[in-house]
């Protein structure tokens, strides 16, 4: 997937944009794809990563979540001989694709295509009026589901925490009181109750209803938790000197990824939950520096890269962790069934 413009507040509602994939250079600079290489590409979108590693001699296995890519992409796989498998599903189940030899890479580039945002009837844009939708898969509760049935506290513990929304109380007691003169079923039924409830300031850069669509779309397609079971996947299934190159764009996706490979580095740590573990030998070394940033040049061709945050690792020898959710410190945020949706 091609991702949105992050920050600390994505904006998923934006407008058209060609897609372009982002630090591409430096993506491929980082996997060290060539010849005789088996590459992972977690997000296919529209194969801007996918194309440029096979050009570079290398063998790609590709995921998708979202059929319409899945379809778009058979050209790409016949025009490669077998050198492309592309497969629908989700990136978290990367380790059920891999070769029984293991990868020598896996690329991931976390956050909604620019195809997704463009096409009205997926739901994922308030710029676009759709429906309230924001399914990657198309299958399983919408985002409509989760704002006409969801609890006011959960709303609120949605928009805060997957949104950053400092506002998130007002909108969710606004909807909930919307809701019960007539369901929500459009993006810009949403969007414009959210424009009365917290109108735009002069000064503000972002549509008001920007971070709350963020929200939910993250909330909705479990963003953060396929992150982080991805992450342990490809701990599990990159060979000793594989490499692990993850882009994201916003700060929620970027602590995770952080905080994954500060913990497989090899050093002591613990979270606020968890008591201080002793050093321990690393899975992961670091490729480069900590963290590459797109370029003033590349974010003003591609204004979807300004905060774009490339992090990368080397897979050492030693034996992979036991996955843990909770070396990540996220919220207890109800899960779709307990909202009861």
Do not use: C
């Amino acid at each position: 997937m091609a991702a949105n413009p992050g920050g600390g507040s994505s904006d998923a509602g934006g407008g058209p944009v060609r897609h372009i994939p982002v630090l591409l250079g430096e993506v491929l600079a980082a996997l060290e794809a060539g010849p005789g290489k088996v590459i992972l590409d977690g997000t296919f979108g529209a194969g801007g990563y996918t194309a440029a590693i096979l050009e570079a001699g290398a063998d790609v296995i590709a995921l998708d979540r979202d059929p319409t890519a899945i379809a778009a992409g058979q050209a790409l796989v016949a025009a490669h001989g077998g050198r492309l498998k592309l497969h629908h599903t989700q990136f978290s189940h990367l380790a059920d694709y891999a070769p029984q030899g293991g990868l020598d890479g896996v690329v991931l580039d976390i956050g909604v295509s620019s195809m997704q945002i463009d096409e009205a009837e997926r739901g994922f844009s308030f710029q676009r009026n759709g429906p309230l939708d924001m399914r990657m898969s198309g299958a399983g509760v919408s985002a409509a589901d989760v704002v006409n049935r969801a609890k006011v506290g959960d709303l609120i513990r949605i928009f805060g925490f997957l949104g950053e929304e400092k506002q998130a109380g007002r909108i969710a007691r606004a909807i909930e009181k919307q809701r019960l003169k007539e369901p929500f079923r459009t993006t810009r039924d949403l969007a414009g109750l959210i424009e009365i409830v917290t109108p735009r300031k002069a000064k503000d850069k972002i549509h008001p209803a920007t971070r709350v669509f963020q929200a939910l779309r993250v909330f909705v397609n479990d963003e953060l938790g396929e992150l982080a079971q991805a992450l342990f996947a490809a701990e599990q299934v990159l060979k000793p000197g594989g490499r692990l190159v993850v882009v994201t764009f916003h700060s929620l996706e970027d602590r995770i990824v952080k905080k994954f490979f500060s913990e497989r580095s090899g050093k002591a740590s613990g979270s606020r939950h968890l008591p201080m573990v002793h050093e321990r030998a690393a899975t992961f070394e670091p490729i480069g520096k900590p963290m590459v940033a797109a370029s003033e040049a590349e974010a003003e061709i591609n204004p979807r890269a300004r905060s774009a945050k490339l992090r990368a690792g080397l897979r050492t020898a030693a034996p992979a962790e036991r996955p843990d959710m909770a070396i990540f410190d996220l919220p207890d945020l109800a899960s779709l069934e307990k909202l009861g949706v």
